[in-house]
């Protein structure tokens, strides 16, 4: 292939993975207050899945699933597999988001807990367990973790992705993988080549670390396991001491747009977290690649620069 050819070609991904960002999912809180702030910046159609954190009660989490699709949008409950007490538990929680808020799409996570409630120990057992087959759940995300996982070496946690895609194609339902957040884009290729090498041909998800302040961005990182990527942050903190200007994910789309074709198609779309809240995320998933200056911030950023 020419030089040109492929410069072509990569523009062309690039331009891909731009018209994937207004279509990102947005992330919200089990308590279902966010519910109706979605409506000024976000439309209508929008995945927007429902945090499962440690001693949630999964009713609430199947209310506020039901209010979101009254208010128009696709709800995508998380399940933390440790923290359902017992299968009982389980398939009540998925007959409530089927019949109650149409749930088709769930995102699968094996819980912060340490140790299980009940049977499901992990992601695994739940693929084992016949309950998604049962309440025809047509499609599953599995959580990815570019920069490590905290309790999985990457061999284990690629044979665990292994058993999720084996799974999809005997069940027929869709899998695909949202990443955790990360402050570069290196992380992600990297990650990205290892399924590749692995033969786990899964959709990938890229999450993104919605506009916020270093400071707190830099809470969510530790509490979420974030490693080397973090010291794109602390660069910005070093250089320029208590920084407030908000920092969002354009360094790591920018990277991503950078990258080789090859190395990107497997990105499917994207997932916001909005760490700043929801105002700042819609607004920069509104905003991005429309601003003439946009492209200018972000390589600043990257060199170290403050925004202007």
Known sequence: MTKEALVIVSDQASARLVALLPKASVEISSRGHQVAEL????????????????????????????????????PVPHIAAREMASREAFNDFLARARGEADVSRILLIAGDVAAARGPFKSTRDVAGSGLLEAHAIASV????????????????ALNSLKVWRDWGRRTGARVDVVTQFCFESTPILEWIGALDRAGIDLPVIVGLAGPATPATLTKFALRCGI????????????????????????????????????????????????FGGLHKAGDWLRNYDRDPFGQQRAAMSSAGLQNP
């Open 141 to 156: 995300s599995v959580a990815g973790h570019p920069e490590g996982h905290p309790y999985l070496d990457l061999p284990d």
């Open 227 to 274: 490693g080397n990527s973090m010291r794109a942050l602390r660069a910005q903190i070093g250089r320029f001491g208590r920084l407030l200007t908000d920092t969002g994910p354009d360094d790591v789309v920018r990277g991503l747009r950078a990258a080789p074709a090859a190395a990107t198609a497997p990105i499917a779309g994207f997932h916001l977290f909005p």
């Open 39 to 74: 409506s000024d910046h976000f439309v209508g159609g929008t995945d927007v899945t429902i945090t499962f954190l440690p001693g949630d009660n999964y009713r609430h989490n199947i209310e506020t699933a039901a209010a979101l699709r009254r208010a128009g949008y696709n």
